[in-house]
């Protein structure tokens, strides 16, 4: 695609929108703010919008967008060799004083590249120079595994937004060059200056130590505000009818979830739970409801908000049809459930990640099969027609019962959806989405092997044979393959950083890719780390010691819960198995 096509496109796209920031660039600190994937995706990315409003409430700065071309128009513009533009301006990235990345998945990671080299940057940080823009990379994946992305960032932000644009922006300003530049966001929370550290590797492969340099912190420690109570609730900015979601508000609720689930990174790394206030996020919703129909409240636990009942209600009242992410089962309430179906929704989603009592104790799942129905008949009395199940494979201790038990409890909530849609007429749909446990840094499961492929192959073919021919219950199960990869992404170190750059080139073909790299995968997915010195991750402190991951699992293994204070309260007849 040439550059005056670019701008075209960018002036229709524009157009379209509501809401977008346009600000002279003179004297301006200026910010192309790339999300690695196209419009459609990125315009959904609720941590764009939000890093979007942050740097362009502060007077000083100017920050554009910029994303992905669809596919056939990126083969376009690299036959063309056409530089790439921002969405507002229409200005060269490279131009920019900074390229700033939001990167949510594992997947985008050879997207960063490509980004990078329509823009006409050197790939690698040390084949840049001054001349360039700043190349900062952050994103939920950063802070929890930063060291794939390391060779090809400046800095590394990791942590929330909120705190991270604002301390970017003050030492740019008060900096005399980029080593001036390094050293005073070295000495800020939550940035990570790759090029400050050294890593010494032992003869088995394994990391021996982070070597920092130029007085560099070890570990970094990532940054997050304390609380919320002044904040104003990360929400939509930018509405636009050419989005996966459509003109949605998609508004934050609560920060956080106190379950402490043993494989879920984002239970951990965003403790703790913190609300939003209940006036900031109706009001927020009060000025968008002239271009949104629909609300999405974003949480990891929605639920968790004292006030989530108010919430709900009002945003009823404002002709809101409410969409809700993935709702925690034990705070399913006779109440939520009832404002979700008089906002017109007709489908919920909620994880019972699987289907024995005894494997959600290992996982630290704290909800029962029996509290599982008892929602779902909670969900189908209401009115709710249709359910989306998470479950995964894969987990320490599963065996084929555990797979017979994902089976039975699915049809059981099929039958309780049978006998609510007779009086009704219409007969709904569970689908089912099932995914291969990825052990992931930051969690009870960081030193855990990936479970081998053959062995996840035939846990897959197991399922599919146990669920095959049942009406209106659909099972969709990822691949081993897709999970082998994303592994590797989130396992590795600096040393992966080749097969990303070879993935880039060859469109996405992993394998091929890692054997070209030279990079043995099976050396980050299927070893036992439990007794590496330090794990890739480990440079970063995301504020929960080794210790208590490891004193999780062994909690898991023994098949016991970590029960939140609102559960030890309402189990007070479990209290005796707890340690």
């Not at 940080?125 to 001349?131: G, I, L």
């Not at 146990?466 to 992404?489: C, P, T, W």
Request: with cysteine.
């Amino acid at each position: 695609m040439k550059l005056w096509q670019q701008r075209d496109r960018a002036r229709e796209i524009l157009a379209r929108e509501v809401g977008f920031v346009q600000k002279p660039h003179g004297g301006r600190l200026r910010v192309a703010l790339a999300f690695p994937n196209t419009y459609f995706v990125g315009m959904s990315n609720l941590g764009l919008q939000t890093v979007y409003a942050l740097f362009n409430a502060i007077p000083d700065v100017v920050c554009e967008r910029v994303f992905l071309p669809p596919k056939q128009e990126l083969q376009a513009q690299v036959a063309d060799r056409s530089p790439l533009v921002t969405l507002e301006s229409q200005t060269l990235v490279a131009d920019f004083d900074v390229l700033a990345f939001s990167v949510s998945f594992e997947w985008d990671y050879t997207n960063v590249l490509t980004l990078m080299r329509l823009a006409g940057l050197p790939l690698r940080a040390a084949d840049r120079t001054p001349r360039h823009p700043l190349v900062v990379i952050g994103g939920a994946v950063t802070f929890v595994n930063p060291e794939p992305l390391a060779p090809f960032a400046d800095v590394i932000a990791a942590g929330e937004g909120e705190a991270l644009v604002p301390a970017l922006v003050s030492a740019i300003a008060g900096a005399a060059g980029r080593d001036d530049l390094y050293a005073r966001l070295a000495a800020e929370r939550g940035f990570y200056v790759p090029s400050l550290y050294d890593v010494r590797y032992a003869d088995d492969g394994t990391i021996a130590e982070y070597v920092p340099r130029a007085g560099a912190p070890l570990p970094v420690r990532k940054a997050a505000v304390k609380g919320t109570e002044r904040l104003e609730p990360p929400a939509t900015s930018i509405f636009t009818p050419d989005t996966e979601f459509g003109s949605r508000l998609l508004v934050e609720v609560v920060r956080g979830c106190a379950n402490l689930c043993r494989f879920c990174w984002a239970g951990y790394n965003y403790l703790p739970v913190r609300p939003f206030e209940t006036s900031r996020i109706l009001a927020l919703a009060e000025r968008a409801r002239t271009h949104a129909s629909r609300v999405g409240l974003v949480s990891i636990a929605l639920c968790d908000h004292p006030d989530i009942v108010e919430i709900l209600t009002r945003l009823v009242d404002m002709g809101y049809s409410i969409s809700p992410a993935s709702l925690r089962l034990d705070d399913l309430t006779e109440p939520i459930v009832r404002l979700l179906k008089a906002s017109g929704e007709r489908s919920l989603t909620i994880a019972p990640e699987t289907g024995s009592d005894r494997l959600r104790r290992v996982i630290n799942k704290t909800v029962t099969n029996d509290e599982i129905l008892d929602r779902a008949r909670l969900i189908f009395e209401s009115g709710i027609e249709n359910l989306k199940l998470y479950y995964m494979i894969g987990f320490p201790t599963e065996t084929d019962d555990d797979l017979v038990a994902i089976r039975d409890l699915t049809l059981a909530m099929r039958e309780i959806m049978v006998e609510h849609a007779r009086g009704r007429g219409r007969l709904g749909r569970i689908a089912a989405s099932v995914n291969p446990l990825v052990p992931k840094p930051g969690t009870a499961y960081q030193w855990l092997p990936m479970e081998r492929g053959a062995d996840i192959d035939r846990k897959i073919r197991r399922l599919r044979a146990l669920v095959a021919g049942v009406d209106n219950m659909h099972f969709s199960i990822k691949s081993e393959r897709q999970s082998f990869y994303q592994a590797l992404l989130s396992l590795g170190d600096r040393r992966v950083a080749p097969a990303i750059e070879a993935a880039e080139r060859n469109g996405g073909h992993w394998r091929a890719a890692v054997d070209e790299a030279g990079v043995d995968a099976d050396f980050y997915l299927f070893r036992d780390r439990a007794n590496d010195p330090v794990l890739p991750w480990d440079v970063i402190d995301g504020g929960l010691k080794a210790s208590f991951f490891r004193a999780e699992y062994a909690k898991g293994l023994r098949e016991e819960w970590t029960l939140p204070p609102k559960r030890l309260q309402e189990n007070a007849r479990l209290l005796p198995i707890l340690p």
